[in-house]
Structures are given as structure tokens and as C-alpha cells.
């Protein structure tokens, strides 16, 4: 499949590189076609990595992973043409994390709303899923790298979306019965909210590889 990766950062690199990893051919999107944090993981990466801007990353894809900064979020897309986004599924990974007023970062949208569902009403006719943003980047590719069982969410409008993202997941590591769906893009508000406690935990226990586990 071909897939465009939103984002350069530590996010959109751990995921554009398991994705080649698997047999996808990916596109790495950032502001310039020549960025050079994009150019290096073309270099180190091989034949199914290209780069280009967001726009071009939009194009390319088949389905989209938005791994942007989530404060950008919103204006990345909007680069795009309107008619590359129509009709495919876009993966968020995002938070709208705050650092303007220092660390740790607040939420730039919180309690009635969430990013996942401002993607989804700038982009109706997008298939907005929001998933693997409650964990290290690290761990969104490889579960493994947190010992037994623990759990992803998924979330978003559209249930053949939700399909397609969880087999992605699925093919990234993580076990069916692990997935948990929450329902429709609005769920995203308490995914997303988590992260100040992800962040708090991240600093007590000096490590991103710990995650959530749903004990029923």
C-alpha cells in the first residue's frame, strides 16, 4: 500500500519506518519537500521512502498517518488539495499539546472538544481514526517493548475506517483482542486528555515503555 506520513518528528519516523519495514511503499511529509530530517531517513531507509511536502505526502497516500505536532495539526492538512483527502482514512496520532507557557505542556483543546474531532469536521468527507497517541512512539510499533499484555485504543466515525486501522495495528504487533474501540471520534477527547498523566507518569518513572492495561 502506499501511505503518506504526516510529520518528520520522532512519531512520524518510528512509523513511516515500521510501515517500509512491512512492504509499504511510504511518503514522508513535512513543510519543504526538502527537509532535511526527511531526506535523512530517505538516505538510511532505502527505495520505499520518499519524501515530499504535505501536500505532496496527501497525494501519494492511499491512507494517511497524521503524526504533526497537534498545535499544526490542522493548518498540515489544510495544505493539502481538498481532493486528495476525500474518501481516505487518516490515522491521528496527534496531541495538542501547549508548551507556550513552559513544561509540562497543557492541552491547547480539552473537555468538550478534541483534535481528533476538529480534523474530522474540517475534513468531513476524510475517515478520521484516532489511535496510538496514549503511548511512546517507540511502542505504538513494537508492543513487545512492554512486557504482557496491554492495550491500544481506536476510535473515529466510520467502522470499515476503524477496520482498516485496526489491521495496520495488527500487522504493527498488537493482539486483536488488545484493541479496544471506543466508539465514534468523539472518544478521542479522553484518549487525548490522558496524556498529562502519560507525561507525569513518563517523568516518575524515567522510561516511555510502560502502557495501558484494561484489567477486566
Known sequence: MKIGVQGTGMVGTAIATKLVGLGHEVMMGSRTADNEGAAEWVSATGPSARQGSFADAAAFGELLFNCTNGVGSLDALRSARPEDLVGKVLIDVANALDVSQGMPPS???????????????????????????????????????????????VCGNDEAAKADARELLESFGWQADRIIDLGDITSARGTEMYLPLWIRLRGALQTGHFNIRVVR
Open 107 to 153: 492541552l491547547s483543546v480539552s473537555n468538550t472538544d478534541s483534535l481528533g474531532e476538529q480534523i474530522q469536521r474540517a475534513f468531513p468527507d476524510t475517515r478520521v481514526v484516532k489511535a496510538l497517541n496514549t503511548m511512546n512512539c517507540e511502542v505504538m510499533v513494537d508492543p513487545a517493548k512492554v512486557p504482557g499484555e496491554h492495550d491500544v485504543f
